[in-house]
T-cell receptor
């Protein structure tokens, strides 16, 4: 079955460490997205990529970095510059050429906590 | 700017009760509208969508109608079940701005047996 795989499901970080969250999709989607979700809040866009080797900042990109070297993969690095990284991180993708009427497909998320 | 506002939760209902979760939007242009559902510890799943005015999206007993005149997309279900307990997100998507989707804050629904 096609889908989006996020790993790990739970991740712990020490102060001052960078950590990388994995997102892989086998849906042949061009566009991929990273969101942050805090308790009781909606989704906030961190970064998005519409095509390989290209990505744009979302609303809360500070302290995060991404790469898009392959169509299937869009890893997110949470750097030590992100002062409050504890959150639930969701990766999503969207079918190509579908425009605004296509929904996003989501992975099951990674929960990041600070030790 | 573009935004989505949905009713605050939590909403607590008894099994077989009628559900309405209100959603209104502000958008330049003609957005597509979506309802997503999130179960505990999981990502979001598409529940239903509508892509133009007066369209009705429906799935699993849930319905929502795209009302351009009132800029609304309220979610309804005639008889909720315990298994419907989840967080529901209203969202819009536009063709501009990289096909980004704008989400509401989510409404948590608890259904009691």
């Amino acid at each position: 079955d096609g889908g989006i795989t996020q790993s790990p499901k739970y991740l712990f970080r020490k102060e001052g460490q960078n950590v990388t969250l994995s997102c892989e999709q086998n849906l042949n989607h061009d566009a991929m997205y990273w969101y942050r979700q805090d308790p009781g809040q909606g989704l906030r866009l961190i970064y998005y990529s519409q095509i390989v080797n290209d990505f744009q900042k979302g609303d809360i990109a500070e302290g995060y970095s991404v790469s898009r070297e392959k169509k299937e993969s869009f890893p997110l690095t949470v750097t030590s510059a992100q002062k409050n990284p504890t959150a639930f991180y969701l990766c999503a993708s969207k079918p190509p050429r579908g425009g605004s009427n296509q929904p996003q497909h989501f992975g099951d998320g990674t929960r990041l906590s600070i030790l | 700017g573009n935004s989505v506002t949905q009713m605050e939760g939590p909403v607590t209902l008894s099994e077989e009760a009628f559900l309405t979760i209100n959603c209104t939007y502000t958008a330049t242009g003609y957005p597509s509208l979506f309802w997503y559902v999130q179960y505990p510890g999981e990502g979001l799943q598409l529940l239903l969508k509508a892509t133009k005015a007066d369209d009705k999206g429906s799935n699993k007993g849930f319905e929502a109608t795209y009302r351009k005149e009132t800029t609304s997309f309220h979610l309804e279900k005639g008889s909720v079940q315990v298994s419907d307990s989840a967080v529901y997100f209203c969202a819009l998507s536009l063709d501009t701005g990289g096909f980004k989707t704008i989400f509401g804050a989510g409404t948590r629904l608890f259904v009691k047996a």
